[in-house]
């Protein structure tokens, strides 16, 4: 067991159509993801991305 | 060979003396909102008309639409949002450099995706996310460095998709999508996180106060409160550690103790960004009343924390 915390970074939540959080991909339409400074926990970046058919669109390499 | 679509027109800017003055910014917007929405619609329809005739059957969509939104603007004054909410002071609003499509800005850069200008729906949207950014203050304006606004690939029932704050660079992405009822709540959530990281940096003892308001309630929509709960995992998650270091004798150190009140700050930032976002939204009227969680009472006091942190007098 390692005795050292670690900072949180980022914050993911999944949501379905009717904004309510859900706990699996499959139930999602889509996730906002929060950035934070490892610092002092300062927001830096926030914003939402698609769930498709349980995929998870920020990892999905789009067509240019 | 791919055939390229037209693009559809939006409404040119009114100049800045017939842009929304006065104290009700809401109204104001709003009205100016469903005015440029209508707009487009009548442009539409005519579009159309020249395109396949006046046959109803071409034209039943958009005139549903259009008697919508002629009803909505009939009855601006009316609406509960109207009489019921704050009355929010405006700032100036004098920019008169314009883009092509009719964004005005002073240093903001604004990027439209080309397809938003190939459907009719998405060009409404569009729109009316103009006239609502056409309506900010110069300074609430001036926080976007740049405005991007996409096309939503989302295939959720609703089409829900929303935006992106980069508090670093400025960035405000809108992703729109012709089915979403959002957009307009969208754009004031995100600008919301704009004027929360704003006022934090020159007024952070309002936003300590606001937090101290709001903790004494549940956020007003599940959203939000889905971050009280998360919040409450974080508290019982720090908790359950420190009993683990006490229970094996072991000191906590000042590199944990640090991380924790980071990992406190970061529970702390987002609950209180969130809410205040959502809070935003409702006060320009774009968040239903369905969408609201709390009783009247709470949003009451809720709403009375939105006012003090922007020096609204109740």
Redesign the interface.
Known sequence: MTDELEPITRIEMLYNDDREEVKTLEEATWKYVSLFDEETGDITEQYSVDIIDGVDQEYVEKEE | MVEEKPELELPEPQPPKERPQGDNYRVKAMTNKLERHLEVLKEQRQQMIDKYGSDPVYVEQVDKALTSVQNNLDNVDNMKYNTELPVIPMGKNTHVNKTNDGFVYNKSKIKVDRKLKESMGLTQQLAVVQSAWNDLPDDVRDMVKTLNLKM???????G?????????TGEL?L?IHPKSSHVMHNFYHEVG?ARF?QIEKTNPEKVRRFEERISKHRAP???SE??R??SDG?AEYQRK?IRE?AKRG?LM?D??KK????????????LE?ETHSELNSYVMGELPDS?ITVINDTMKDLLNAYNELWGIEQ
């Open positions: 939503s690939r989302a295939s959720g029932r609703n829900y998709q929303g935006g992106k704050w980069t508090d670093e992405v992703n996180h990281h929509t599940r959203y889905s971050y709960h998360a974080e550690k270091f072991v150190s590199t944990n991380i924790m009140e980071q990992r406190t700050n970061v529970m702390r930032n987002i960004n969408d």
